[in-house]
């Protein structure tokens, strides 16, 4: 799936649909204009039973007036847009809450709400994102959705039914389909429609507070004139205007929702490349758990949902597609039978070392870390998201540096280890500094372990010296992934937290003086995924369009990734040009840089491009690691993290057999 071509499609809807509610707009201040010269004229022709509707329109009011309650009509909107949108600046956490969801704890022992939390992470770490948080909501039906302005501040919702009666295939079909809104840029274009939406309908909300007034002011005056009908009718009209606005920004929205979803159905497969899973959610759906939520928000969000979150009676109002229709488009032989909900005994039957684990067993690797060993040669999540297999994965994603059973033991205990700090706060810190520390027979080892107990304290101290005796038995390639996989557990710091945890985080990787390459992937991944939380970043706007404005900033990232992937500058150049071929660019390979504030600038240029030209741009830095036919650990840290900056899925990275 060209994810880049289809953020680039959902931008263009939403060029669409800005012009579409502004039309909507400029019809509501006619409207309101013809409302309010009529009330007036009412009100003049009660009082003088002379004058006429046409002398009111030509000549009781000017111009200058239609112009000043046009432009009234139109800054309530926009006011009342930007409310809603500055409302939701929370990104998915708000809307989530808003919704009645619970934050899962990442480090849940519950059988249902671990499984779900491992289906989510090995899904965002093999796509190359971070773990987003997982909110639960209370209803018994089948449904979910993903909400957020990008993919750092991302989060994934289900509800309990979706938790509890999906087999863990229907599960990983629902939250591809999720992902893949993320990746298609559905999510900040479905925020727009509930600002937009919420402007339109703000008119409507002033008519029937203007009735209630009138209701009010009729009802304590004693004089016998009815002076209260200008308002009366006034709020009456905006009343009608505002609800038959929203009438027709539901329809648009339900059109555009509906194209979208069979977008995500497609994309979930290809994440999978399992059709049945998703389909056979949908069967579970039509079974009879519904889909439908209780919240009362659920009108306004109905098109953030996997299915029909909201009863519509008639067809043009409703944000899915028909369950048959969907189920058809990805189940060809489908004979029209729905599936039964999976009992808990089921689930358990299917999982039984998970039904181990959460029954108080001894821990073992879960599929988190199997996803973090596949992340390890990293792919698409089409072709690494399709684990379903745990057994027959850790044997054939795991077993690539070692040739005994006892190693193999070793690395897989040794990422569960890391996999279980990753999930708590308190010791995803710990992780995170234990990931930073230099070799032992380094003197900086020492220096960095004095840093540690002097700023994060003896607790803290002893977390660390624990987790890093599993270090040697990871491979350098495992290690960025588990950074992702703790961002969940980072996000519930306090903002005090933060800050000390992010001031150690520069002590550490300053104490030998220099910043190598994994230091500064990891600290650049901390910064994109935890400042938007901590820091209230605003989202980046795109502005370059053509990939010619973006030359000297391209050449600066391609060339960092040449020469630190690379042994020699023959070698380096060879790679940058065949990148510059590969994604029709004309670029200069500059020299040799030991800073990362060049870098640091030039990634902040590509940030602000559009996909199309990010895509490009991704293209050739798989194909300059590539190019020697060998991927060194280097170059995946290096393309990983330069595409989560980007905001893109993380590229593939494997050879064609």
């Known amino acids: 799936m060209d994810f880049f071509s289809q953020q680039d499609q959902a931008r263009k809807r939403t060029g669409q649909l800005i012009f579409l509610f502004g039309l909507a707009v400029l019809a509501l201040t006619v409207l309101v204009n013809l409302v309010v010269v009529g009330a007036l004229w009412g009100f003049e022709y009660n009082s003088t039973q002379q004058v006429s509707l046409l002398d009111s329109l030509t000549s009781k009011v000017s111009w200058q007036q239609w112009l000043t309650i046009s432009a009234a009509v139109i800054a309530v909107v926009a006011c009342a847009s930007l409310y809603k949108w500055l409302s939701l600046r929370g990104g998915g956490q708000r809307v989530a809450e808003m919704l009645g969801g619970r934050l899962v704890p990442p480090n849940s022992d519950d059988f249902y709400q671990r499984r779900l939390l491992n289906v989510v992470e090995e899904m965002a770490i093999a796509s190359g994102m971070p773990v987003p948080p997982v909110y639960v909501l209370p209803d018994h039906s089948i449904n979910a959705f993903a909400a957020g302005y990008q993919p750092s501040d991302a989060v994934i919702g289900v509800t309990q039914g979706t938790m509890e009666k999906l087999s863990r295939d229907q599960l990983q ?27 339109i309908l703000f008119i409507g909300l002033i008519g029937r507070f203007m009735l209630e007034s009138a209701m009010h002011s009729r009802s304590r005056s004693s004089s016998k004139e009815n002076n209260t009908l200008p308002l009366w009718a006034i709020g009456l009209s905006l009343v009608v205007i505002g609800y038959s606005g929203v009438f027709f920004g539901n329809l648009i929205k339900a059109a555009v929702s509906r194209q979208r979803e069979f977008l995500a ?71 029209g039978r729905y599936l039964e909900p999976q009992s808990r005994q089921q689930a358990e039957a299917a999982d039984p070392e998970l039904a181990q684990q959460t029954a108080g067993a001894a821990p073992a690797m879960t599929m988190a870390a199997v996803a973090m060993a596949a992340a390890s040669n990293p792919g698409h999540a089409e072709t690494a998201a399709a684990t379903t297999d745990t057994n027959e994965l850790s044997t054939r994603e795991l077993n690539t540096n070692t040739n005994t059973d006892t190693d193999e033991q070793h690395r897989q205990q040794a990422l569960a280890t890391m996999k279980d700090a990753a999930r708590d706060p308190y010791s995803a810190r710990a992780l995170v500094f234990s990931l930073l520390l230099a070799p032992p027979k380094r003197l900086v080892h020492d220096q960095q372990l004095d840093l540690i107990r002097q700023y994060q304290g003896q607790d803290s101290y002893q977390i660390v010296l624990r987790l890093a005796q599993q270090l040697p038995h990871l491979d350098d390639d495992q290690r960025l992934p588990l950074v992702e996989l703790a961002i969940p557990a980072l996000k519930q710091l306090s903002p005090n937290q933060y800050q000390d945890f992010r001031a150690t ?41 053509q990939v010619e404005q973006v030359t000297e900033a391209a050449a600066t990232v391609l060339s960092y990734l040449a020469h630190f992937g690379h042994d020699d500058q023959s070698q380096a150049q060879q790679a940058f040009e065949q990148a510059c071929q590969a994604a029709a660019l004309e670029l ?16 902040t240029e590509l940030q602000q491009a559009y996909p199309h030209v990010k895509g490009r741009f991704i293209k050739a830095l798989v194909t300059c690691a590539k190019a020697d036919q060998q991927l060194k650990s280097v170059e995946m840290d290096l393309v990983r993290t330069f595409a989560a900056l980007l905001e893109t899925p993380a590229p593939e990275l494997t050879f064609e057999q």
């Open 505 to 545: 985080l520069v002590k550490l990787a300053k104490a030998d003086g220099s910043i190598d390459v994994f230091e500064w992937c990891l600290y650049r991944l901390i910064l994109q995924y935890l400042e938007p939380v901590f820091a209230q970043a605003s989202p980046v706007k795109s502005r370059y369009r």
């Open 173 to 199: 079909g629902v939250i591809a389909h999720e992902f893949s809104h993320i990746f298609n840029g559905d999510m900040r274009l479905n925020i727009r429609l509930m600002a937009i939406l919420f402007g």
């Open 265 to 335: 159905d497609a994309s979930a497969v290809q994440f999978t490349r399992n059709p049945d899973g998703i389909a056979d959610a949908l069967k579970v759906i039509g079974h009879g758990a519904g889909s439908e939520i209780s919240s009362t928000e659920r009108e306004e969000t109905a098109h953030l949902f996997f299915g029909q979150a909201a009863p519509w009676r008639f067809h043009w109002f409703l944000t899915h597609p028909p369950l048959e229709e969907r189920i058809r488009q990805l189940d060809k032989r489908w004979d």
């Open 588 to 603: 200069a390979l500059q020299p040799k840089q030991s800073q990362f504030k060049p870098l640091n600038q030039a990634i």
